[in-house]
């Protein structure tokens, strides 16, 4: 497996300028996570899925911000309009959970989007 | 690293040397511990973990030592090379609520 993919890696956007970021995870993984990583707050946790619905958005700045999972193996978080205190790595990260046994798997990250507003 | 910030706590170790990272977490009933490893302009990779009813774990050239009474959590890495400078995070986990990071400990291993 090619592990968890996103793209852009990078992206520089003028303000006011609508941003997609998108998230393919490990195939099988039935959850799913993105966080913000800033100089001053490091990881936050944004929002995550479970099963392709969202369980906690409570991470989400602002209406500004929204994501989407229309399947197990696609989500985008979309930031309209975009301000440059959005400027911050975006980070994707999948994990499986075998609710039978309550094993958790690890969580595995992707490489990330930087995104630079200006 | 571009994705960590300029003030993280540094700890600087000869190469071939211990060292010994510390982490202080929050919440007094979280059952699950895990390290992460992120070097410059990647994501954050997994060391080791602990669950709360253990308090030490060995891996490859890693230990992590739980101490429930002080809410302590410590990475220690033997046998120190270059390629193990990173920014190091902790995280904590209650049950089935997602992970929460620590702020990260760079660590710059001079060769």
């Known amino acids: 497996d090619a592990g968890v993919i996103q793209s852009p890696r990078h992206e520089v956007t003028e303000m006011g300028q609508e941003v997609t970021l998108r998230c393919k995870p490990i195939s099988g993984h039935d959850y799913l996570f993105w966080y913000r990583q800033t100089m001053m707050r490091g990881l936050e946790l944004l929002i995550y899925?479970?099963?392709?619905?969202?369980?906690?958005d409570s991470g989400m700045p602002e209406d500004r911000f929204s994501a989407k999972m229309p399947n197990a193996s696609f989500s985008t978080l979309k930031i309209q309009p975009s301000e440059p205190r959005d400027s911050a790595v975006y980070f994707c990260?999948?994990?499986?959970?075998?609710?039978?046994?309550?094993?958790?798997?690890?969580?595995?990250f992707g490489e990330g989007s930087r995104l630079t507003v200006l | 690293g571009e994705s960590v910030g300029l003030h993280l706590p540094t700890l600087s170790v000869q190469e071939g040397d211990n060292s010994i990272i510390n982490c202080a977490y929050s919440n007094s009933a979280s059952d699950y511990f895990i390290w992460y490893k992120q070097e410059s302009g990647k994501g954050p990779q997994f060391i080791i973990d602990i669950r709360s009813n253990m308090d030490k774990r060995q891996g490859q050239r890693v230990t992590v030592l739980l101490n429930k009474t002080v809410k302590h959590l410590s990475l220690q890495i033997a046998a120190t090379q270059p390629g193990d400078s990173a920014v190091y995070f902790c995280?904590?986990?209650?049950?089935?609520?997602?992970?929460?990071f620590g702020k990260g400990t760079r660590l710059s291993v001079i060769a």
């Open positions: 990260a999948s994990r499986f959970s075998d609710h039978r046994t309550s094993i958790t798997g690890e969580l595995f």
């Open positions: 899925f479970n099963n392709n619905v969202p369980i906690d």
């Open positions: 995280a904590e986990k209650l049950r089935n609520t997602p992970l929460v």
